[in-house]
């Protein structure tokens, strides 16, 4: 199995009932605007886009009820990356 690491997802599509998501890597920021780079793709049915889902909210529960992380908490950078991706789809 092969890991690839990505900082975050450039673009959500779907095609015939398969999601896919794109992902990228922060390269370096810019006058706080991330440059990306291509990391890799995800292509999931809908229903395994729930079952993610939901295993990503029980992740992200626990590691707010261990005080790891705030509700909320997202890296200036990765909210950039999220609101250019959703400029793009718009």
């Given at each position: 199995?092969?890991?690839?690491?990505?900082?975050?997802?450039?673009?959500?599509?779907?095609?015939?009932?398969?999601?896919?998501?794109?992902?990228v890597?922060?390269?370096?920021?810019e006058?706080?605007?991330?440059?990306?780079?291509?990391?890799?793709?995800?292509?999931?049915?809908?229903?395994g886009?729930?079952?993610?889902?939901?295993?990503?909210?029980?992740?992200?529960?626990?590691?707010?009820?261990?005080?790891?992380?705030?509700?909320?908490?997202?890296?200036?950078?990765?909210?950039?990356?999220?609101?250019?991706?959703?400029?793009?789809?718009?």
């Amino acid at each position: 199995m092969q890991t690839i690491y990505a900082d975050g997802i450039a673009n959500i599509i779907l095609i015939d009932g398969v999601l896919r998501l794109d992902l990228v890597n922060i390269t370096q920021i810019e006058n706080e605007k991330p440059n990306v780079r291509p990391a890799g793709a995800v292509a999931m049915s809908l229903q395994g886009l729930i079952r993610t889902h939901g295993q990503l909210s029980q992740v992200i529960d626990k590691l707010v009820a261990d005080g790891i992380l705030k509700k909320g908490d997202a890296p200036a950078a990765l909210d950039a990356v999220s609101a250019d991706a959703a400029a793009a789809n718009a």
